[in-house]
C-alpha cells in the first residue's frame, strides 16, 4: 500500500513536470540569435525532471513487483495480513488551515484564530476536557495577539477595523 | 584585520539590553527546539523570520546565529538523558552519552557535551572570523562563468550528498528550480508560469516558502505520525540531574585530549563549508575519526566522553563553516543558513562577494553573537536551566502544535498583509509534506529554489559573452575549478564506496 501511495505521488509529480515542460516550451524557441531565451532554462528544469520522475517510477515498479513476490512466499505461512491503519489527521489539519486563511479577514483575527487553535488542539489529542481547552486556546490567541501586533508592530484583522 | 577588529568591537553591542535581550531569548529558543525531539532550531527560525521584518538587521541576524548556535547543542541534552536526539545533529552523542545516563554519569555526560560544543562553537566562529575575509576577497576573483560552474557545484553536491537517494535529491532540485522560474524573467520582460496570475509575477516569495517547507510541514508530519511519546515523557519524569555534576573533572578532559576537540572542530568546520552535508555529517565524521584513532576503540558506544567530545564539538563548529558560503558566494550550506540569507534577502542586502566588504558593519554583530552563544550562553544555559530542560520533553504536544500552526500561518500574513501568501505558504507545507513523506530531502529542493534565479542568470550571460560557446565553461580557470572540484566530489561521493559506518551508529 506504501508503494501504490509512493508511485501515486510520483505519477502526479510527472504529470506537473510534462506540464511545466509544455508551458516552458510554449515560451517559444530555447535559443535565438543573441543567446539562450527565458524557455531554455526551464526546459531544461522540466526535461531533468521527467528523468528523474521516470528513473523513481521504474524503481518503484521493480520494488512493488519484488515486494509481491516476496509478500506471495509469506502468506502461506503466516496467513493473512492485519490491516494497515491510516491516519488522516494531517488532512484534516490543512482542512484547518484553508478555512482559518479564507476566515482570516472576514471573521477578524481573534475568531478566526480562537476557532482554528481550538480546532487543532482537538485534533491532536483526545474530544475531551473542551472548556479547558477552550480557555487555553483563547490564551494562545490572546498571547499571539500581543507578540505580533504590541511587540512586533504588525497590523492584524480585527472585526472593529 | 580591519574585519577581525570589527567583530570584536562588535560584541560592544551586546551591552544594549535590548539586542542582549533577543541574543538571550534567541538561544534559550534555539535550545528549547533542539530539546524536543521532533522539533529543530530550523523550525524555530522559520517561526521567527516573519518578526525580523521589524527587527533591524544586526539585532535579527545576532538572534538568528545565537538560535543556530543553540539548535546543535541543545538536541544533546535529550539525547544524553532518554537516548531520543531532539536534533539530528546530536545522534551520535546518544551513543556514548546514554551509556553514562545508565551509569549514573547523565549530568557529566551533559558537562562534556557542553564544553565539546563551547570549544567547537568557540573554534567554528573564529575560524569564520578569520578566513570569511580571505574568501570574500577570493570570490571577487570569481567571474560570471565562474559563478555559474560554484552554483551548479553546490546544487550537484548537495544532490549527491544524499547518498543513496540520488534521484529523490536531484527530483527535489527540479522542483525547487522550477518554483524559482515563476515570475518575471530576470533578463527579459517576460512572465513565466503565471498562467494570468497577477499575484504571481513578481514570483513566488521566500518567505511562504520557509514557513510552508519548515513549519507548517512539521505540523503535517507530526500529525500523520502516531509517535507514542509516553514512554518519553516517563524517562524524563524518573531523570534527575544536579547542577553540581556538570563541571567535568580535569582529569577527565585531560583524558578526552586536545587533540580530539581540536581534530573534531576542523572536520565540523570543513564539513560545515559543503553545501548540504550539515551538523549530523560533521559529528558523524568526527566521531568515526576518533574511533579509528581512538587506543580503545571498544570502549565506544559504552560511554566514553571521547565520543560525546568529537560529536559535539564537530556539529557545533558546523556552524562557524556553513556560513563562509552564505556570507562569501550567498550560497547556504544547511536550511538554517538558508534562513539567515532570507533575513539578509527581506532587508534588501544581496548576499554575495561584496557582502563582507560592503556590508562588514552588519556582518560583524552576527559573528560576534556567534561566538558569544558558544562561550557564554552554552555553557550559562546548562548551568542555570540544564536540570530544567529535560522537563521541556512533558510539554503538551496538541498545545504546541496549535501554537507553531498559529504562528506559521499569521507570520506568512505579516510579509505582505496578503492572505495570498497564506494560501502560499500552506501549498508549499503540503508540497514540503509528502516530499518528506516519500523520502525526498526538502534542503535540495530549497536550494534549488534558493540558488535557481542566479544560476540561471550566469548560465544565460556566461553564453552571451561567448557568443554561445559552451567551452567557454572550461577554457575559464574560476570556472575550471569548480568543474574540477565538482568531478572530484562525485568521484568520492558517488563513484567510490562510502565509508562504513561504525556498528553502534548502525544499529542504532
Redesign the interface.
Known amino acids: 500500500m506504501l508503494l501504490n501511495r509512493q508511485l501515486v505521488f510520483l505519477y502526479v509529480t510527472l504529470a506537473v513536470s510534462v506540464g511545466y515542460l509544455v508551458t516552458a516550451l510554449s515560451l517559444g524557441a530555447p535559443v535565438a540569435e543573441n543567446g539562450l531565451t527565458p524557455a531554455f532554462f526551464p526546459i531544461l528544469v522540466g526535461g531533468a525532471a521527467i528523468v528523474f520522475c521516470s528513473i523513481l517510477i521504474l524503481q518503484a515498479l521493480r520494488a512493488s513487483s519484488e515486494a509481491k513476490a516476496a509478500k506471495s512466499e509469506t502468506k502461506s505461512d503466516t496467513g493473512p495480513a492485519t490491516p494497515e491503519i491510516r491516519n488522516y489527521t494531517h488532512l484534516w489539519v490543512v482542512v484547518a488551515i484553508f478555512f482559518y486563511i479564507l476566515g482570516f479577514k472576514p471573521l477578524g483575527y481573534f475568531l478566526s484564530s480562537g476557532l482554528f487553535v481550538f480546532a487543532l488542539i482537538l485534533l491532536f489529542s483526545k474530544f475531551d476536557k473542551l472548556l479547558l481547552k477552550a480557555l487555553i486556546s483563547a490564551a494562545v490567541v490572546g498571547t499571539a495577539y500581543l507578540m505580533f501586533q504590541q511587540l512586533f508592530g504588525v497590523r492584524l484583522p480585527t472585526l472593529w477595523g | 584585520m580591519d574585519f577581525i577588529f570589527l567583530v570584536f568591537s562588535s560584541f560592544s553591542l551586546l551591552a544594549d539590553p535590548v539586542i542582549l535581550t533577543y541574543v538571550i531569548l534567541g538561544f534559550v529558543i534555539g535550545t528549547i527546539f533542539a530539546a524536543i525531539p521532533g522539533l529543530t532550531a530550523t523550525l524555530a527560525m522559520a517561526l521567527l523570520l516573519?518578526?525580523t521584518?521589524?527587527?533591524n538587521v544586526e539585532t535579527a541576524l545576532m538572534a538568528c546565529a545565537s538560535i543556530y548556535m543553540a539548535g546543535m547543542c541543545g538536541g544533546s541534552i535529550t539525547a544524553t538523558t532518554i537516548n531520543i536526539p531532539g536534533a539530528p545533529s546530536s545522534m551520535m552523542t546518544a551513543l556514548d552519552g546514554y551509556p553514562m545516563q545508565q551509569q549514573g554519569k547523565g549530568a557529566l555526560a551533559l558537562g562534556h557535551a557542553a564544553l565539546g560544543s563551547m570549544f567547537g562553537g568557540a573554534v567554528g566562529a573564529l575560524l569564520l572570523i578569520a578566513v570569511a575575509p580571505f574568501v570574500a576577497e577570493l570570490s571577487l576573483l570569481v567571474k560570471t562563468t565562474g559563478k555559474f560552474s560554484l552554483l551548479a557545484f553546490a546544487l550537484i553536491v548537495v544532490v549527491i550528498a544524499q547518498r543513496g537517494r540520488i534521484?529523490?535529491a536531484?527530483?527535489a532540485a527540479?522542483?525547487g528550480?522550477?518554483l524559482a522560474?515563476v515570475g518575471l524573467?530576470a533578463?527579459?520582460p517576460?512572465t513565466?508560469?503565471t498562467y494570468g496570475y497577477s499575484n504571481l509575477t513578481a514570483g513566488i516569495d521566500l518567505m511562504p516558502v520557509i514557513i510552508g517547507t519548515f513549519a507548517?510541514a512539521e505540523?503535517?508530519?507530526?500529525?500523520?505520525?502516531?509517535a507514542d511519546i509516553s514512554a518519553a515523557t516517563a524517562a524524563a519524569s524518573k531523570v534527575k540531574i544536579r547542577r553540581r555534576d556538570f563541571i567535568p573533572p580535569l582529569s577527565d578532559i585531560r583524558k578526552v585530549g586536545f587533540g580530539v576537540y581540536f581534530k573534531s572542530c576542523l572536520i565540523g568546520y570543513f564539513v560545515g563549508t559543503l553545501p548540504g552535508a550539515g551538523g549530523s555529517m560533521g559529528s558523524f565524521l568526527a566521531y568515526t575519526e576518533t574511533v579509528r584513532t581512538s587506543d580503545d576503540p571498544e570502549s565506544f558506544g559504552k560511554g566514553n566522553p571521547k565520543g560525546i567530545a568529537a560529536s559535539e564539538s564537530a556539529n557545533n563548529a558546523v556552524c562557524g563553516g556553513a556560513m563562509v558560503p552564505m556570507l562569501t558566494f550567498g550560497i547556504p550550506g544547511d536550511p538554517i543558513t538558508a534562513i539567515m540569507l532570507g533575513v539578509l534577502v527581506i532587508n534588501g542586502i544581496q548576499p554575495g562577494p561584496q557582502l563582507m566588504s560592503d556590508q562588514a558593519g552588519l556582518i560583524a554583530p552576527m559573528l560576534a553573537a556567534l561566538l558569544f552563544s558558544a562561550v557564554v550562553l552554552i555553557p550559562l544555559t546548562l548551568w542555570l536551566i540544564g536540570p530544567y530542560f529535560i522537563k521541556i520533553v512533558s510539554v503538551?504536544?496538541?498545545?504546541l502544535?496549535?501554537?507553531i500552526?498559529?504562528?506559521a500561518?499569521?507570520g506568512s500574513?505579516?510579509a505582505t498583509?496578503s492572505?495570498f501568501q497564506?494560501?502560499m505558504a500552506?501549498g508549499m507545507?503540503?508540497l514540503a509534506?509528502?516530499l518528506r513523506?516519500?523520502g525526498f530531502p526538502v534542503i535540495t529542493m530549497l536550494l534549488g529554489y534558493i540558488l535557481g534565479p542566479n544560476?540561471?542568470e550566469f548560465?544565460?550571460r556566461s553564453?552571451?559573452l561567448s557568443n554561445?560557446d559552451p567551452t567557454t565553461f572550461f577554457t575559464n580557470p574560476d570556472s575550471l575549478f569548480f568543474v574540477a572540484l565538482t568531478l572530484v566530489f562525485v568521484y568520492f561521493l558517488v563513484i567510490r564506496k562510502p565509508a562504513k559506518a561504525p556498528a553502534a551508529a548502525t544499529s542504532k
Open positions: 516573519p518578526l521584518y521589524t527587527l534521484p529523490q536531484g527530483l527540479c522542483i528550480l522550477m522560474t524573467d533578463m527579459e517576460v513565466r508560469f507548517i505540523v503535517l508530519t507530526q500529525a500523520s505520525s502516531r503538551r504536544k496538541d498545545v502544535y496549535a501554537v500552526a498559529l504562528l500561518v499569521v500574513y505579516v498583509y492572505t497564506m494560501f500552506l507545507g503540503v509534506f509528502y513523506r516519500n544560476l540561471e548560465l544565460r553564453l552571451a554561445g
